[in-house]
T-cell receptor, first 113, second 112 residues
Framework: DVKVTQSSRYLVKRTGEKVFLECVQD?????MFWYRQDPGLGLRLIYF???????EKGDIPEGYSVSREKKERFSLILESASTNQTSMYLC????????????FGQGTRLTVV | DAKTTQPNSMESNEEEPVHLPCNHS???????IHWYRQLPSQGPEYVIH???SNVNNRMASLAIAEDRKSSTLILHRATLRDAAVYYC?????????????FGTGTRLKVLA
């Protein structure tokens, strides 16, 4: 069974902390994505990566960075967490091409206090 | 980037067909239309996709308007397990990579 695994389902961090959200996929996918999901706003793309060490900004990259040192792992980094980054974070992966489906992880509910 | 517009919510009775509409008036010729759904406490999952022609699979059917500015996801017989948020997405190419552009989705409520 194909799988995208996010390291934590729930996370509570303090304002100003550096936060790492980890995502691992076992499908040898080139493309990986990070989204955040907020009520009334749907899923918004933060960053995506189309290959190892390659990344592109999505629609809301401010306050975030990413790292992709290995093909199977894509990390989202909050350099200095703030309360407005409290959200559900979803990781996804897919093969390149317009017809390929994306596979999503279960999500990480991050609360910044 | 092209955007999609969907109704916030819809209701359906169990065992009846459901037609979920989506507008994407700024779609470009290379954009594929995908539909995903998100069950409670889960990540989104793929339902169906298409480019120009109508498509059927075991989960649903996708009807695409001739001008491609709108599409409709059809669930032929809604069940309680189909209660979810349904997202109409354009798989759009940027810098040589296809990314997924989500809208806000339609929350489908299925009544027993």
């Amino acid at each position: 069974d194909v799988k995208v695994t996010q390291s934590s389902r729930y996370l509570v961090k303090r304002t100003g902390e550096k936060v790492f959200l980890e995502c691992v996929q076992d499908m040898d996918h080139e493309n990986m994505f990070w989204y955040r999901q907020d009520p009334g706003l749907g899923l918004r793309l933060i960053y995506f990566s189309y290959d190892v060490k390659m990344k592109e900004k999505g629609d809301i990259p401010e306050g975030y960075s990413v790292s992709r040192e290995k093909k199977e792992r894509f990390s989202l980094i909050l350099e200095s967490a703030s309360t407005n980054q409290t959200s559900m974070y979803l990781c996804a992966s897919s093969s390149p091409g317009p017809t390929n489906e994306a596979f999503f992880g279960q999500g990480t509910r991050l609360t910044v206090v | 980037d092209a955007k999609t517009t969907q109704p916030n919510s819809m209701e359906s009775n169990e065992e009846e067909p459901v037609h979920l509409p989506c507008n994407h008036s700024t779609i470009s010729g290379t954009d594929y239309i995908h539909w995903y759904r998100q069950l409670p406490s889960q990540g989104p999952e793929y339902v169906i996709h298409g480019l120009t022609s109508n498509v059927n699979n075991r989960m649903a059917s996708l009807a695409i308007a001739e001008d491609r500015k709108s599409s409709t996801l059809i669930l032929h017989r809604a069940t309680l397990r189909d209660a979810a948020v349904y997202y109409c997405i354009l798989r759009s190419i940027t810098s040589g990579t296809y990314k997924y552009i989500f809208g806000t989705g339609t929350r489908l409520k299925v009544l027993a």
